[in-house]
């Protein structure tokens, strides 16, 4: 497969988007330079002529987790201290309002076989002064990063509601967490440290100019705790919206830049996962179709580096998700992917 460069990248993939509505800082330096490349942010000059790699799946998918009786939705895998592998996600019965727990398996290897533990987070939430006022039951899309042999799980309620439970054993999970942020339409969080800060990602529903839009989010920490304004750092403008028909953004970190994974719903036909790429991880190119590839039939991807190697999971969704699935029976595959 051929290599392109970062040059080579723009200039395929540049379109005008004024009649999108979208803001730009030099409207005209797109134009006028080769380099540039339209982003949420305005114009701007890529620093890199590194060729950008594709990322491709190079093998079969392994089933890894299968829970014959419930749907499974947006999950997380990662590693403990002492070498488990977790993988928690959203549980149901086949509906969107039945998705109130999370699943939560392990195992000393990542190909398993993966050991079912008891749901976690079946409880409901109760209503409080010094925190929300949302008390929807269901629960969304878990993140699990480490710091300091202490693991912080994000997680949502909808529709909008952040939050966050601490713990030092990723086997005893309790609680229903501390409020983070609330925005409506916020969702699906991935968390990647960049030197001494933490970039939180999420999807969200905001107006540009007037005009409603799925983007791509970010905020920034120093400790997991304290959290920035939120910031745009991806704006889709296939269509208007008042729900984002973005999910479950994940971006990798690589020598030649960032890659920005996101499953996008108006391409359900083939249950497509797109990828970006910029050299800025919080600026990424922006138009209709500004992605330069895609992984079909991949719903809710999760990217794993374990031993110098890269591997994708992919989830078997609901079917409010993933319209080729039975109403019942969910599963976890993985698969090696390589940047080629």
């Known amino acids: 497969m051929k290599k392109i460069t ?10 005008t988007v004024s009649a999108a509505g979208i803001s730009t800082l030099n409207p005209g330096c797109c134009k006028e330079d080769k380099r540039c490349i339209q982003t ?33 939705n947006d999950f997380c895998i990662f590693q403990d201290n002492d070498g488990i592998w977790h993988c928690i ?47 929807r039951p269901q629960k969304h899309a878990p993140f699990v990063i480490e710091k300091d042999g202490i693991y912080y799980m994000f997680y949502r309620r909808p529709g909008g509601t952040t939050l966050c439970i601490k713990t030092t054993n990723p086997f005893k999970l309790s609680g229903l967490g501390d409020v983070v942020f609330e925005k409506n339409d916020a969702r699906d969080i991935c968390i990647i440290k960049i030197k001494d800060t933490y970039l939180m990602y999420y999807c969200q ?58 499953r996008h719903r108006k391409l359900d036909e083939k249950t497509t996962t797109v990828i ?7 600026n990424f190119p922006t138009d209709k179709r500004p992605w330069f590839h895609e992984l079909h039939q991949v719903h809710a991807p999760e990217i794993v580096q374990f031993k110098g190697n890269y591997y994708i999971a992919r989830v078997s969704g609901a079917q409010h998700a993933n319209r080729k699935i039975p109403l019942v029976g969910g599963w976890v595959d993985i698969a090696r992917l390589e940047f080629l």
């Not at 000059?45 to 009786?69: L, V």
């Not at 920035?228 to 296939?238: G, L, N, R, W």
């Not at 970006?276 to 919080?282: G, N, Y």
């Open 205 to 262: 529903y905001e107006k540009i100019n007037g005009q409603g839009r799925a983007c791509i989010m970010l905020r920034r920490s120093k400790n997991l705790d304290k959290w920035s304004q939120q910031e745009i750092v991806y704006i889709d403008t296939m269509q208007t919206c008042t729900h984002s028909y973005l999910e479950s953004p994940y971006v990798v970190a690589r020598p030649e830049g960032y890659y920005l994974f996101i």
């Open 89 to 135: 996600g959203i549980m149901g019965t086949g509906t969107w309002e039945s998705e109130q727990s999370f699943f939560h398996c392990s195992s000393k290897n990542l190909f398993g076989p993966y050991e079912k533990h008891p749901p976690l987070l079946t409880e409901n939430p109760v209503a409080t002064k010094d925190s929300t006022t949302n008390t």
């Open 40 to 72: 949420a942010k305005g114009c701007s000059r890529s620093k890199s002529d590194s060729p950008t790699k594709t990322p491709t799946i190079t093998s079969s998918w392994t089933r890894i987790i299968e829970y014959p009786q419930n749907h499974l």
């Open 276 to 282: 970006l790429h910029s050299d800025q991880p919080d």
């Open 6 to 15: 970062r040059r080579e990248f723009v200039l395929n993939s540049l379109a």
